[in-house]
T-cell receptor
């Protein structure tokens, strides 16, 4: 089965700083999904990557999938308190509708 | 636009009690899922339903049953709750499944049910 490892497990940054969260897979990623979760709420879909080298951006968040399709990174530029939460990556296998999720990265942004 | 709605939001049970968690989606999605989220364990799939009338076990199905009542609703039942089932439960749904390496499986989540079993 596919396993996803996220790093770091937690991250505390000052407002305005840039940060990167990584998601590494034990197998080739056919679809990589980034979600954000605020405490007490469900997961909010951010972005999906499928092709090697693909990069997508939404506001100040950029996600990339490496050429080998085994690692993705989520980069936040000029972080704000509104970016705080848990970021999870999820991945498709070669087929099937089930996603495997990483354990999540807890992000705290101090004003 | 409600998306995925879960009820209840909070529940406290005593060991041995039973309860049903309800989930409904209004996005005309074929697939629905039940996950549990525990500290240090991430999200783990309990059961899923690829389409109306079908259900399949996920990673941690023991102690749970599910019913896909219709295309909109997917319920999760705990027949005899145990303290190990204390967790946050999430329901999710995803749209039509296109097979192959470029298939998109974006799942949309409900707000969760926080369950404590004493």
């Amino acid at each position: 089965s596919q396993e996803l490892e996220q790093s770091p497990q937690s991250l505390i940054v000052q407002e305005g700083k840039n940060l990167t969260i990584n998601c590494t897979s034990s197998k080739t990623l056919y679809g990589l999904y980034w979600y954000k979760q605020k405490y007490g709420e469900g997961l909010i879909f951010l972005m999906m990557l499928q092709k090697g080298g693909e990069e997508k951006s939404h506001e100040k968040i950029t996600a990339k999938l490496d050429e080998k399709k085994q690692q993705s990174s989520l980069h936040i530029t000029a972080s704000q308190p509104s970016h705080a939460g848990i970021y999870l990556c999820g991945a498709d296998g070669a087929s099937g509708s089930r996603l495997t999720f990483g354990e999540g990265t807890q992000l705290t942004v101090n004003p | 636009n409600a998306g995925v709605t879960q009820t209840p939001k909070f529940q406290v049970l005593k060991t041995g009690q039973s309860m049903t968690l309800q989930c409904a989606q209004d996005m005309n999605h074929n697939s629905m899922y039940w996950y549990r989220q525990d500290p240090g364990m991430g999200l783990r799939l309990i059961y899923y339903s690829a389409s109306e009338g079908t259900t399949d076990k996920g990673e941690v199905p023991n102690g749970y049953n599910v019913s896909r009542l219709n295309k909109r609703e997917f319920s999760l039942r705990l027949e005899s709750a145990a303290p190990s089932q204390t967790s946050v439960y999430f329901c999710a749904s995803s749209g039509p499944k296109v097979r192959g390496p470029l298939a998109k499986n974006i799942q949309y989540f409900g707000a969760g049910t926080r369950l404590s079993v004493l």
